[in-house]
Structure formats: C-alpha cells, structure tokens
C-alpha cells in the first residue's frame, strides 16, 4: 500500500504513483478528472485493484470520475468498467464535453483533504498537496464540471 506524501513529480509513473496513493487514502469520496485517464493508469490492474480494495474497505466511499475523452477507458480499462457496474451505487462515471474556459489539467482530490495535480493536460508535471486554498479552487472546477457531465455510450457494455 502507497502512502500519500506531499511531493513534486515531472514523469509519467510519478504522477501514477501519487494518484495510487491519493486513492488508497480514501474514506469518504473521491473526485477524478482527467483527459483521457491514460497517463493516470487508470487500465492498469494496480489503478483497478486500489479502487476496488476502497470500496471494499470504505462503505461510504463515493466515486465520481470525470472525462473528456471516454475512447480509452472503453478501450483500455476493462476493469474499471467492471467495477462501475458492480458499485454503480457509488462509483460514477460521466463524459465533459468541454472543461470550463481556461482549465487546462487533470486532477484527483479524495475527502477534500488531499489532492493530486498535473499542471498541463500535455505533460505529467505536476504536485501531490494537501493545501486547503488549492483544494478549494478544484473543488469548484470539479462541481463546474460535473454540471456539464453527461453519461457516455462508450461506457455502457450491450448485454445479450
């Protein structure tokens, strides 16, 4: 298990580092945006096993993940999928068409207590904090974007 410590990172598996940790300091609720979730991990069995070991662990923990992009987690992170399904009650998934003006990266923040940020959606810079200021200001570009979310079809399997 990953601890969660304030840092600074620059490289892809950095960023993946602080978002397991970030995830597996959940309890209550966590809030994930990203373009595509792919430089986040999210198709790997590390991103899905850390989720899916909160959700067990947690009974309130909520979930709302939020992307611009959908093609990748269809694609690429099939136990994601699966896991939406199982925990549909608390994990949500919604497609944004377009970021609020000016927002230009991804981030992570759990209980409203920690955060993970990139700076830019076309580098991995960026910084695991716990600054009260800054998780404020995400938490207002989170509920920004969450008023444009919208479900996406790539994400609903056809059941024969």
């Not at 991990?41 to 979930?63: K, Q």
């Not at 939020?66 to 998934?93: G, S, V």
């Not at 923040?109 to 995400?138: M, N, Q, T």
Request: aromatic share 10%.
């Amino acid at each position: 298990m990953a601890t969660f410590t304030l840092c600074k990172f620059d490289r892809p598996a950095q960023y993946q580092e602080s978002m397991l940790a970030l995830i597996e300091s959940a309890e209550r609720e966590l809030k994930l945006f990203e373009d595509d979730f792919e430089i986040a991990g999210i198709g790997s069995r590390a991103f899905a096993e850390a989720l899916a070991e909160r959700f067990a662990a947690s009974d309130s923990l909520t979930v709302t993940l939020l992307a611009l992009q959908p093609d990748y987690i269809a694609r690429h992170a099939p136990r994601i999928l699966d896991l939406r399904e199982t925990w549909a009650h608390r994990f949500t998934m919604l497609r944004v068409g377009q970021p609020p003006e000016l927002w230009h990266a991804g981030f992570a923040i759990a209980d409203g207590a920690r955060y993970v940020k990139r700076h830019h959606f076309d580098w991995p810079r960026g910084e695991a904090s716990d600054d009260a200021r800054e998780i404020a200001g995400l938490n207002h570009v989170f509920d920004e974007l969450l008023q444009l979310g919208e479900a996406a079809a790539d994400w609903h399997r056809m059941l024969l």
